[in-house]
């Protein structure tokens, strides 16, 4: 069975400066997929970022990038200068290729102060 | 370009009354399809997923049921609301995990 693990509830970062939300996850499978999603107060889903577990570079957009260790089972986001708008509440989820299940760890609650 | 439709927005039911959420995609064959729900303040739960027509599986016991009818539809049902079934419903699809598309939601209160 897939888990994902966001073991912070929340955090708080002055605007312009960098964060880090920590992921962690468990899956026997190769073939996988990870996952950060942006939930503004609206509660639309956003896909932030994406990364193939086959890849070893880091996936980048634009001012978010993760940290991806395999062997650790760690997917952490960065958010650098940080701004308002990144308010939200962040979801880290793995889909494998085996049974195409997406599964979501409990998010994170992030504040942007300005 | 690919996009996806669920309605309603909002509904408001009362305990015992049936439930029928839609969901449809359109700009993409065969895709993934999922329900989730979240409560309030916390993360969400998956209810069902689906890889094909007919094929749909079921992650938590409950009152609620899926059908997949057509390719790119995906429909959450329910006979009987139950106080608990409240919450916030999300459809989402995906292609070989390229891609991941959620709806607008679907803010269900059961009074």
């Known amino acids: 069975a897939q888990t994902v693990t966001q073991s912070q509830p929340e955090m708080s970062v002055q605007e312009a400066e960098t964060v880090t939300l920590s992921c962690t996850y468990d899956?026997?499978?190769?073939?996988?997929?990870l996952f950060w999603y942006k939930q503004p107060p609206s509660r639309q889903m956003i896909l932030v970022i994406r990364?193939?577990?086959?890849?070893?570079q880091n996936a980048t957009e634009n001012r978010f990038s993760v940290n991806f260790q395999k062997a650790a089972k760690s997917f952490s986001l960065k958010i650098s200068d940080s701004q308002l708008g990144d308010t939200a509440m962040y979801f880290c989820?793995?889909?494998?290729?085996?049974?195409?299940?997406?599964?979501f760890g409990k998010g994170i609650t992030l504040s942007v102060r300005p | 370009s690919q996009t996806i439709h669920q309605w309603p927005a909002t509904l408001v039911q009362p305990v015992g009354s049936p439930l029928s959420l839609e969901c449809t995609v359109e700009?993409?064959?065969?895709?993934?399809l999922y329900w989730y729900r979240q409560a309030a303040g916390r993360g969400l739960q998956l209810l069902f997923y689906?890889?094909?027509?007919?094929?749909i599986s079921s992650e938590v016991p409950q009152n609620l049921s899926a059908s997949r009818p057509q390719d790119r539809q995906f429909i959450l049902s329910s006979k009987k609301l139950l106080l608990s079934d409240s919450g916030f419903y999300l459809c989402?699809?995906?292609?070989?995990?390229?891609?991941?598309?959620f709806g607008n939601g679907t803010r269900l209160t059961v009074t």
């Open positions: 689906s890889v094909g027509i007919g094929q």
């Open positions: 989402a699809w995906s292609v070989n995990g390229r891609a991941l598309h």
């Open positions: 899956t026997s499978e190769n073939n996988y997929y």
């Open positions: 989820a793995s889909l494998t290729g085996a049974n195409s299940k997406l599964t």
């Open positions: 700009g993409t064959s065969n895709p993934n």
């Open positions: 990364q193939e577990a086959y890849k070893q």
